[in-house]
């Protein structure tokens, strides 16, 4: 009898031993996440103006209304390619663990994988041109929702508009974004995304979008 008790309380103190490591795990996880948060959130702000820079080629010479010539579109995929290696980690799908955050219906790309995002930018160089000379991003802390996805992974939500600008016309546009990004070698990577951009409408003079001159 005496073995038994001894065995049992054995078996107990492990099993206390186990729950206070699992306690202690979920604590610096929890605290270790918090801390990476501004982290996070610069790079979401970082991710989100350059794959609109890129999206809508700002800055590149154009002739209004003519097609891009091969030389033009191999310096953007170029830069499309420079985005893709700042930004991006490509991980096996099954690694993708998004939890339904990721809304397939949110944009007509379909799937949320990097293939997705190459091919919605190769459209963007087929038919006619238009330059758009500044892009003008506003993204609040408040408009960025970040949560934990499992050790290494965090889930986002943004929502944010902007403005292009071409010659002396601006035009107001407002976008969403989710992203699944992943902790590689200290740095955090996007793994899958998802995007849509709205509006657009008729091109306002930016005097008018500005309030006018004095």
Same mark, same amino acid.
């Given at each position: 009898m005496k073995l038994f008790w001894k065995k049992v309380n054995r078996g107990l103190l492990l099993g206390a031993v186990l729950l206070v490591a699992l306690v202690v795990l979920i604590v610096v996880q929890s605290v270790s996440f918090r801390r990476a948060k501004p982290v996070i959130r610069q790079e979401v702000k970082d991710y989100a103006g350059?794959?609109?820079?890129?999206? &809508?080629?700002?800055?590149?010479?154009?002739?209004?209304?003519?097609?891009?010539?091969?030389?033009?579109? #191999?310096?953007?995929?170029?830069?499309?390619?420079?985005?893709?290696?700042?930004?991006? #980690?490509?991980?096996?799908?099954?690694?993708?663990? !998004?939890?339904?955050?990721? *809304? %397939?219906?949110?944009?007509? %790309?379909? /799937? *949320?994988?990097? /293939? /997705?995002?190459?091919?919605?930018?190769? +459209? %963007?160089?087929?038919?006619?041109?238009?330059?758009?000379?500044?892009? +003008?991003?506003?993204?609040? !802390? @408040? +408009?960025?929702?970040?949560?934990? !996805?499992?050790?290494? &992974?965090?889930?986002? +939500?943004? *929502?944010?508009?902007? @403005?292009?600008? @071409?010659?002396? &016309?601006?035009?107001?546009? *407002?976008?969403?974004l989710q992203l699944e990004l992943k902790r590689v070698k200290g740095s955090w990577k996007v793994i899958s995304s998802n995007h849509s951009f709205y509006g657009g409408g008729e091109p306002t003079p930016i005097a008018e979008t500005t309030g006018g001159a004095e």
């Amino acid at each position: 009898m005496k073995l038994f008790w001894k065995k049992v309380n054995r078996g107990l103190l492990l099993g206390a031993v186990l729950l206070v490591a699992l306690v202690v795990l979920i604590v610096v996880q929890s605290v270790s996440f918090r801390r990476a948060k501004p982290v996070i959130r610069q790079e979401v702000k970082d991710y989100a103006g350059d794959l609109l820079e890129v999206m &809508y080629a700002v800055g590149d010479r154009v002739e209004p209304g003519s097609e891009l010539t091969a030389e033009q579109k #191999q310096a953007r995929r170029e830069r499309f390619e420079a985005f893709v290696r700042e930004y991006w #980690q490509e991980v096996p799908e099954k690694e993708i663990r !998004n939890g339904g955050l990721i *809304s %397939t219906a949110l944009s007509g %790309t379909g /799937s *949320s994988g990097l /293939s /997705s995002l190459r091919t919605e930018f190769e +459209n %963007t160089l087929s038919g006619k041109q238009y330059p758009v000379e500044k892009l +003008n991003l506003q993204l609040p !802390n @408040s +408009n960025i929702s970040i949560r934990v !996805n499992g050790p290494g &992974y965090a889930l986002v +939500n943004v *929502s944010f508009s902007f @403005s292009t600008v @071409s010659g002396d &016309y601006e035009t107001l546009r *407002s976008g969403e974004l989710q992203l699944e990004l992943k902790r590689v070698k200290g740095s955090w990577k996007v793994i899958s995304s998802n995007h849509s951009f709205y509006g657009g409408g008729e091109p306002t003079p930016i005097a008018e979008t500005t309030g006018g001159a004095e």
